[in-house]
């Protein structure tokens, strides 16, 4: 069942309540009785991460050797234009067309 945080517009009371789904909404503050109780939007207490893992699930574990496979990949691809940028201006003795120094 999740737990639904509250707020009274009223008088500021704030409480946590653990209901189903289909329970109907609660509307009057325990505090002060008045009808401005109402549900707040909270933050998830969860995260996804990857292939459909939580991220707090299995830290070190499987996931720990796929990523290292990802980091070589695209260091090498970033390593690849870098390079033939670098030569490209010391053969023509200045910018190449389409440099993206200037």
Excluded: E, N, R
């Amino acid at each position: 069942m999740p737990i639904y945080a509250y707020k009274c517009g009223s008088c500021g009371h704030t409480k946590d309540v653990l209901q189903k789904i289909a329970d109907a909404p609660l509307t009057d503050c325990p505090a002060c009785g008045k009808p401005t109780f109402s549900k707040q939007l909270t933050a998830a207490g969860f995260q996804l991460k990857g292939a459909g893992w939580y991220a707090t699930d299995f830290k070190g574990g499987s996931g720990g050797a796929s990523a290292p496979a990802a980091a070589p990949a695209s260091s090498d691809s970033a390593a690849a234009p870098a390079a033939s940028t670098d030569s490209a201006p010391a053969a023509a003795g200045g910018c190449a067309t389409g440099c993206a120094c200037h």
